[in-house]
């Protein structure tokens, strides 16, 4: 995954920022997108933040929210 800042705009939607998402997997205990949302409500509007094959904007998005929790249940 490439190097982004934590105020990197993940839901654009919802301007939820990656730090937040972060925040709700790291000190909320988030282990998946439903949860994710509910705790910063990123993927709750369009839901093309939640993954590649539900982007549905141009340009496409460079981080979604498959990516951070893949990133971080594997590692």
């Known amino acids: ?9 993940v839901c ?3 301007k ?3 730090g937040e998402v972060l925040h709700s997997i790291k000190e909320k205990g988030a282990d ?3 949860k994710i949302g509910k705790l910063s409500d990123a993927g709750t509007v ?3 933040c939640k993954s590649a ?9 460079e981080l979604y929210l498959e990516q951070i929790l ?3 249940k594997n590692g």
């Open 53 to 61: 094959r539900d982007d549905f904007g141009e340009p496409k998005k």
């Open 46 to 48: 369009c839901g093309c």
């Open 16 to 18: 939820v920022s990656l």
């Open 70 to 72: 893949k990133k971080f």
């Open 1 to 9: 995954m490439a190097e982004f800042h934590m105020s990197h705009e």
């Open 12 to 14: 654009t939607c919802k």
């Open 32 to 34: 998946n997108i439903g």
